[in-house]
Structures are given as C-alpha cells and as structure tokens.
Nanobody, 125 residues
Framework: QAQLVESGGGLVQAGDSLSLSCADSGRSPSIYMRAWFRQAPGKEREFVAAISWIDDTRRYADSVKGRFTISGDRAKNTIGLQMNSLIPEDTAVYFC??????????????????WGQGTQVTVSS
C-alpha cells in the first residue's frame, strides 16, 4: 500500500515559483498513475497534474498548463510539482495521490486509491 507525504508548500508572492515533492514510503508494485490535486477553501478538490507510472505520459489542468510541471522519479518513488508564475488563484492545499491499476479517468479524484495529508500553498498578490 502506498503511503504518501507531501512537502514544499509555503507562502510566496504572485509571480514567484515553488516546488512541491511527494514521497511514497509504501510498497505497492501496481502503481499506475500519480497525480497532484488541490483544494481551495469552500471549493471542491480539483485536478492539477498527473503522470503515468507506466509510460511517463503527463496531463495538466488548463489552468496550470505552461506554468506547472509534474515530474517522477521511480527509483526514489517520488513525484514533484514545479510551479512557476504563481497567481493568487493557485492558493490551495495541494495533495498528491496514487492509483493502482489502469483508469480511463486520470483527472477524476474518485479514481485515486491513496492520498497524502496535503501541503498548504499561499500566493499573495
């Protein structure tokens, strides 16, 4: 079972960059997809980015495309999220997630089996 821990959140100004990391200390040989989601106060959890653990295919939400980059290190069982040109609308708790087995809906939070505890990202204007 995957065990996910995020790190790297903080308070930054608009236009700044921030890098998040998610370490998986569990032992799950069947991981198919890893992803980042975020949840702002009073809003539903939304998809940010995903990376296939099978073929490295990456997907991004339109709102972060061109600004955020997801990365994966299979040897270390970690994923990262490089966030550039941050805007106040990026303020949220960021969660990493993992899914065992294949899925046709990698942007759907309900498809993911394991979640981290979240890390706060705050972007001031």
């Amino acid at each position: 079972q995957a065990q996910l821990v995020e790190s790297g959140g903080g308070l930054v100004q608009a236009g700044d960059s921030l890098s998040l990391s998610c370490a998986d200390s569990g032992r799950s040989p069947s991981i198919y997809m890893r992803a980042w989601f975020r949840q702002a106060p009073g809003k539903e959890r939304e998809f940010v980015a995903a990376i296939s653990w099978i073929d490295d295919t990456r997907r991004y939400a339109d709102s972060v495309k061109g600004r955020f980059t997801i990365s994966g290190d299979r040897a270390k069982n970690t994923i990262g999220l490089q966030m550039n040109s941050l805007i106040p609308e990026d303020t949220a708790v960021y969660f990493c997630a993992a899914r065992n087995w294949s899925t046709m809906k990698p942007t759907d939070a309900n498809e993911y089996d394991v979640w981290g505890q979240g890390t706060q990202v705050t972007v001031s204007s």
